[in-house]
């Protein structure tokens, strides 16, 4: 039989230590190649789930909203197995002229690992399989992450995060 090619979960978050927790758990799963598309309002915590990510990969450097430059480029890990971790914020992006003009299709043909903030302002351009996830606002501090895998690669990315926040609970 085969294996479904889509997956969703939903992850509660109470703080902005647990997003970033969660996010270094996914961000020690990812491979070069990856493609996170992350959509919230403003204040969900796309750049503090990011952070993590970051982190999880091994990037050293801090991490911030690239809302200025459009985006930020970091390298995480060591030789011989660094890869690049570009995070980009396409708030002021509309479109996909605006989009492959900031030359968009040339990071998504590379081998980095690529988090988008505001992807939803340039649906179109995204290939088919990647991660979206949606972060909405709950009570205080809480955040929903709704985690939505499409393609082989990524259903298996959400099986292992979702073993290796289990194992956390337990442990």
Same mark, same amino acid.
């Given at each position: ?5 889509? +997956?969703?979960? *939903?992850?509660?978050?109470? @703080? &902005?230590?647990? #997003? ?6 996914? !961000? =020690? ?27 999880? +990969?091994?990037? *050293?450097?801090?991490?911030? @909203? &690239?809302?200025? #430059? ?6 995480? !890990? =060591? ?93």
């Amino acid at each position: 039989m085969a294996q479904e090619s889509t +997956a969703a979960i *939903e992850i509660i978050s109470h @703080s &902005p230590a647990e #997003t970033r927790r969660i996010g270094r758990h996914l !961000g =020690k799963l990812l491979q070069p190649g990856d493609l996170l598309l992350l959509e919230g309002p403003f204040g969900a915590g796309k750049t503090v789930l990011t952070q993590g990510i970051a982190k999880g +990969a091994g990037v *050293e450097e801090v991490v911030s @909203s &690239p809302s200025f #430059t459009l985006i930020n480029e970091y390298q995480a !890990g =060591k030789a011989p197995r660094q890869v690049r971790v570009y995070h980009a914020d396409l708030y002021r992006i509309h479109g996909a002229d605006e989009a492959l003009a900031l030359g968009l299709d040339e990071y998504l043909a590379g081998r980095g690992i690529f988090i988008a903030e505001w992807p939803e302002n340039v649906a179109e351009v995204w290939p088919s399989e990647r991660l979206w996830i949606r972060l909405r606002l709950g009570k205080g501090d809480e955040r929903i992450i709704d985690l939505d895998a499409q393609g082989m690669r990524y259903v298996q990315l959400l099986g292992e995060l979702e073993r290796e926040l289990r194992r956390e609970a337990k442990g």
